[in-house]
């Protein structure tokens, strides 16, 4: 069976944030995220999401050695949409996806990319738009060997 499957994937309202620097920021910009959602009335309707914009593996090392990745962290919601500071509600486009899933240890997504890589160059497949983090569970509360991470590529 293929470890990667092609879906559908609809647009989605989201509040987010878009900011330059290294990769585990990730983890930092969440919970502004997190609080900005709760405090202003809106509520989640799917789980956190990182889009990662450095489409190559050669762009993603280059963003790890000098820890200036494009960084965008959003949340899906519903509600009336307050923005504010960097903080901002838009629309994440939906479309054909590529999607793999990864389990265990955050630092070990990169096996997973790996795979999907592998897979894309098998296919002849390429990326038109930024690869999605979507993390399924809270790290806080499951062992890490248990954290699921999908990742989506539209294609």
Same mark, same amino acid.
């Given at each position: 069976?293929?470890?990667?499957?092609? &879906?559908?994937?609809? +647009?989605?309202? !989201?509040?987010? =944030?878009?900011?330059?620097?290294?990769?585990?920021?990730?983890?930092?910009? #969440?919970?502004?995220?997190?609080?900005?959602?709760?405090?202003?009335?809106?509520?989640?309707?799917? *789980? *956190? &999401?990182? #889009?990662?914009?450095?489409?190559?593996?050669?762009? !993603?090392?280059?963003?790890?050695?000098?820890?200036?990745?494009?960084?965008?962290?959003?949340?899906?919601? =519903?509600?009336?949409?307050?923005?504010?500071?960097?903080?901002?509600?838009?629309?994440?486009?939906?479309?054909?996806?590529?999607?793999?899933?990864?389990?265990? +240890?955050?630092?070990?997504?990169?096996? =997973?990319?790996?795979?999907?890589?592998?897979?894309?160059?098998?296919?002849?497949?390429?990326?038109?738009?930024?690869?999605?983090?979507?993390?399924?569970?809270? *790290?806080?509360?499951?062992?890490?060997?248990?954290? #699921? =991470?999908?990742?989506?590529?539209?294609?």
């Amino acid at each position: 069976m293929e470890e990667v499957s092609i &879906i559908d994937v609809g +647009p989605l309202n !989201v509040v987010g =944030t878009r900011r330059t620097g290294a990769y585990h920021d990730v983890a930092m910009v #969440l919970p502004e995220l997190f609080i900005h959602v709760s405090s202003n009335g809106m509520q989640m309707t799917g *789980p *956190p &999401i990182y #889009l990662c914009h450095e489409l190559t593996m050669e762009e !993603v090392e280059r963003a790890m050695r000098e820890n200036d990745a494009d960084l965008e962290v959003a949340i899906p919601v =519903t509600g009336k949409f307050v923005e504010k500071g960097d903080i901002k509600a838009y629309k994440i486009p939906g479309g054909k996806m590529a999607k793999i899933v990864h389990k265990g +240890p955050y630092d070990r997504v990169g096996e =997973t990319y790996g795979r999907l890589f592998e897979w894309m160059g098998r296919t002849g497949k390429k990326a038109k738009g930024p690869f999605r983090e979507i993390y399924q569970n809270d *790290p806080g509360k499951v062992p890490p060997e248990e954290i #699921l =991470t999908e990742i989506n590529v539209p294609i």
